[in-house]
């Protein structure tokens, strides 16, 4: 899997995109446009190379193309490592996304064994003033990214705990209905649980031994009182003891989907959430840059990068240092921007895509490395 990156994607009736084509090279690629020119579907589109929903996390039906609702295809080609993979994902009149590897049907696990797909976009910005289940998602994205089976156990973790909810709400008392689904939830919450330790170990190891402009996190994963369990015998034990506490709750009130994430801005020790807005983001930076940094020591290449409207509440500084870091870790990092001035610096380093909309169309033409001045 070795320096894979996308040498040709072509779309067809997805989100505003009605078709499209792009031959591409290794190098990053800079996206401009007006907003509402189709920019984050062309991302959105990437990202799905990546199992889950994508970076809006949405439903194939509500991918497709409007009016049409035809369904919608997206063909990849992913080259290096002396070969070149075709991959399909597409949906069928609203029905769920199918996944083939080189013409074959294949589940969307099997493309986190393919190659690492990261991504940062606006509505990320938040992050660490709103709700912990954002941070959870966040942090379960970067575990995923170095432990691909972290899905499969998750889905597992939530099947069992939406069964074990519907018995606790309906009040059924016996304990026997409940031990086969907390033994499950036990098993896969254990796991999840090493799995997100060794993914933040991972980054932190990454950030420490980086040379960069953009300031370094410490980051805790934090549990609610009384719910620090994280072995499969405590869990297990745990949900036993809670059992009645959460029968009056209506719902599990211990376990990993209870984690939240912790960070502070390292150099000037304060908590992430008292930081600035531009803070905030060069923090996300930040962790996007050592989560990559972490991929490519791991894997021997950097994973795909995924940067929405990237220059927002960075400086032109920051802007040039982020480029920088990204020519300097190899990885084929998709940009978007408002306009060519936001990729100042980048020159030949980069590959460049304008958008345009017209009439509820979205279209995009690969063009030379703009003028600015």
Known sequence: MAGLYVSALSISHFRSHQRGELALDPRPVAIFGL??????????AVSLLSPGRGLRRAAAEEMARRPEALGWKLRYVL???DLDTEVEIFSEAGAARQVKLGGKAAAQTALGQLLRVLWLVPSMDRL???GAEGRRRFLDRMTLSFFPDHGAQALIYDKAMR?????LKEQVRDAHWYVA?????????????????????????????????FPAAHLEIMQPEGAQASDEADLLAAFGESRFRDMAAGRTLVGPHRTDLHAVYVAKGVA???????EQKALLVSLILANARALAADLGAPPLVLLDEVGAHLDAARRGALYDEICALGAQAWMTGTGPELFEGMGTRAQYVEMTEAG?????CMVSAPQIG
């Open 181 to 213: 689904l907390e033994r499950q939830m036990a098993r896969a919450g254990a796991q999840m649980a090493q799995n997100r330790a060794a993914a933040l170990a991972r980054l932190l190891a990454a950030q420490e031994g980086a040379e960069t402009a």
């Open 128 to 130: 660490w003033i709103e």
């Open 163 to 167: 069964e074990r909810n519907r018995l």
């Open 272 to 278: 992430a959430k008292d930081c600035s807005t531009g």
């Open 35 to 44: 907003n509402g020119s189709g920019k984050t579907n062309l991302l959105e």
């Open 79 to 81: 080259a290096g490592a």
């Open 360 to 364: 509820g169309v979205s279209e995009f």
